[in-house]
């Protein structure tokens, strides 16, 4: 393995040049479906066609081998049969290719023989100074640039470009494996690490921790290399921005499936999570949360504290919230007098924490003043530090004004809010969804959710201040 | 409260015939908005609209006080100012009418004065006989004869007819604030308690153990009038079918809120976890799940233990279930030389549990025989108690060939499956997800809640088996 520090990944991430390597077979080949998807993401590099038994693939001329090509390539993308691919490496390596990220599989993963052929790659890298992610990988995938190096079709053509890296150990997490393009997640980088033959978890954090477009980094991660060297990256990085993780592989059955998935063990569960919790990562406890949570990074100052203020339209829901916000860490936050009056002056229904104006708004011709003036009060209150505000939606009709009444909370925010959405029309609850999370805003269908990203936000500024102490 | 068992609650779900007392103000009057509501959904009794100041409404010949009716009246639903309530609550009970549901607030959930009017109707109740659901509520819905009592404009005309019971102590579960519709729940009754002034959540399980359309009885609860009975009466309707139980107030704090929203005091939460596990209640922790985890009762059979095989589509996501169904007490299961074979005999990687179909996938012209096969050989296997099926979907084509896969294998079935459904099209999962959940199909967006539903099943028959030898 390589000894540089992650800044050497930017090959992997931002190249200037690619060389796709595979089967350039219409409709089928995996090199053909790579370029397809890199030219409908509108990679902004060059783009460099391999494959000896094609001489033209999407009007760009084919090259023999890597060799052949004049110009520098900065990353190969190799989809060639198991048994070729460390010919083509030593080709690469060779060519001076900086990077490669070898989707084939068929190594570490199958068993010995496959192990051996993985520990070929491994001495070519080591030999050459050729950077490798995978094998076993879909690879990389970056907004800025239009960089995507899956060999699997993509049925969209855009991704919301924003600032969460999100990093896995899976092929679910890519582009032809989530909705990434409905869902409006603002992604900046993503990347499956494969059987990480070389590039591993601490050289994926330390680049991702200087990355100036990622502001938050989620990992799916099922064994960890160097646990020692892991937690101190961690803990390092943690001190700039969240680090957030899904380590799959808790119960003794699930680190053994996790062995036979990746080829390498998982540790102990107990020894992990006093671990990750002394770096101050945040652990995460489902796919949903991996997806979902990450977005109360995105656009929003963290709280300064844990007492939020909750804003329901069913006292129902404002019960459970209060259950959910306190078995999370947070504290239900008693309001000032100041606030109390102001939410008093709206209705005196309005004035203690959960507020429900479930109440009063059937009463009222136009409630939406209320509402905003609601969140306004308690965004205001010197006693809360987070706020999850509740929209029903029964049409289409009030996406506009909920729309305006966050543009103009947003203006002057310095406490961060989650949203909860319900209501009748599914369709339009999801379309006032993305609306809001393209905007930046952490908004759910799950009340839980919401509450659990303010959590996940306040325990990060405690993290980070005690961190800035040391 | 009146002493008759659960059986006198007919009138709240079956009347044929119901007074509406409120307001006939067209778009705005609550009595307006429930019969309007009431004809959007068909319902097959007579309405008799009652109101000192109208006509005429709807076509329908308005009657200045129930008195005024001369036909006999089963069910009255009364939205009216709070003060004016016993008083039309005594002419009801005057006129025989058998049971009324007090949808107007303003009583014990307000503090002492309401609390006061709310003894008053107490008292006429036991008086007369008259039964009574609320105040404070949303009252009660059946599929079966398009009762809706809801006071709120409803903003769809259809809710699939079901098996399952949904029961609340708040208006978020009502048809006013779920997109009952778009998200196919198969519902046989609602009902919202709301204050719980007469009818509480024991004489609600007794009516809805003898109600041949309902299988599964999902309630969120608050607070528990007597938890003795209830515990005894949970018991007894669990040996008849399941009972779901979302119980907030876990939280010192959750309690402290409950309180303020219905006038009542919950309960230490170590003591009602323990009385609910002795009583054989299924315990849910999020709305996500009081919504979704029933499904898996509503067409489908037990399974007889708790081993589970896993088909995925992806080696990440099978870790990652692997945990979730330990933790969650299933046991992945050891697949019989048998089945073993049969799987070998596809590809000799799909040999173990879970089942990676993933990489087997891509190299098949046609792989959905494989997909077939594959989990109908895991339904075979007598090692194999229930089966969590993962379905990928890039765009609507798939989803007549799963359809196709599931009237197949569901035809002889004996054994619980579940579908984790992903994909990159949010709208095409949507969609299969609707028609899988319309033919009764357990499916789901997220994984962790597939294999969830099934543990609850599996638990449930461990309970019922248990209770069956008592």
Chains 1, 2 share one sequence.
């Not at 200037?16 to 509108?42: D, H, P």
């Not at 084939?104 to 890298?125: H, M, N, P, W, Y």
């Not at 393209?438 to 306040?458: C, F, M």
Request: charged share 20%.
């Amino acid at each position: 393995m390589n000894s540089q520090s992650g800044g050497d990944l930017r090959a992997f991430f931002e190249p200037s040049s690619i060389a796709v390597i595979g089967s350039l077979r219409e409709w089928g080949g995996l090199g053909y479906t790579v370029i397809k998807n890199i030219r409908q993401f509108n990679f902004t590099g060059r783009v460099y066609p391999i494959n000896p038994s094609s001489n033209e693939a999407f009007g760009l001329k084919v090259y023999r081998d890597v060799g052949a090509v004049q110009d520098p390539i900065d990353l190969a993308i190799v989809i060639t049969p198991t048994k070729t691919v460390s010919g083509i490496i030593e080709q690469c390596a060779q060519k001076g290719v900086k990077a490669a990220i070898i989707v084939s599989d068929g190594f570490a993963e199958t068993g010995e023989s496959g192990a051996r052929l993985q520990r070929e790659l491994v001495k070519i890298g080591q030999r050459t100074g050729l950077r490798i992610v995978g094998p076993n990988t879909i690879g990389t995938l970056n907004t800025d640039n239009g960089l995507v190096t899956n060999p699997y079709f993509i049925s969209y053509d855009k991704i919301l470009k924003g600032n969460i890296a999100y990093c896995s150990q899976s092929g679910i997490v890519g582009a032809q494996g989530q909705p990434l393009k409905d869902q409006a997640y603002p992604i900046s980088k993503m990347c499956d690490l494969g059987n990480k033959c070389d590039v591993n978890e601490v050289d994926l954090l330390n680049y991702l921790s200087q990355d100036p477009q990622t502001r938050v980094i989620v990992m799916h991660i099922e064994d960890i290399k160097d646990g020692h060297k892991f937690i101190n990256t961690v803990r390092k990085v943690v001190a700039r921005k969240p680090v957030l993780l899904l380590k799959p592989g808790r119960t003794e059955r699930g680190a053994k499936a996790s062995a036979s998935h990746t080829g390498s063990l998982s540790g102990s569960e107990r020894i992990y999570n006093a671990a990750f919790r002394q770096a101050g990562a945040i652990r995460l406890n489902t796919w949903r949360e991996f997806w979902e949570i990450p977005r109360v990074f995105v656009n929003q100052p963290l709280p300064k504290g844990n007492r939020i203020a909750i804003i329901t339209i069913t006292g129902g829901v404002g019960v459970a919230s209060v259950d959910t916000a306190e078995e999370c860490g947070l504290a239900v936050a008693d309001f000032s007098p100041v606030t109390v009056n102001r939410l008093s002056r709206l209705s005196p229904q309005l004035a203690s924490n959960p507020v429900d104006v479930g109440p009063i708004i059937p009463t009222l011709d136009n409630p939406w003043p209320v509402l905003e003036e609601t969140i306004a009060a308690v965004l205001d209150d010197p006693n809360v530090d987070c706020v999850t505000a509740t929209l029903y939606i029964s049409s289409g009709e009030e996406i506009p004004v909920y729309m305006d009444i966050f543009d103009r909370l947003m203006k002057n925010i310095t406490k961060p809010v989650s949203i909860w959405i319900y209501g009748t029309d599914l369709g339009a609850m999801q379309e006032l969804l993305r609306k809001l999370q393209e905007r930046g805003l952490p908004a759910y269908l799950d009340i839980e959710l919401a509450i659990k990203s303010l959590a996940v936000a306040a325990y990060y500024f405690k993290v980070k201040s005690n961190l800035d102490l040391d």
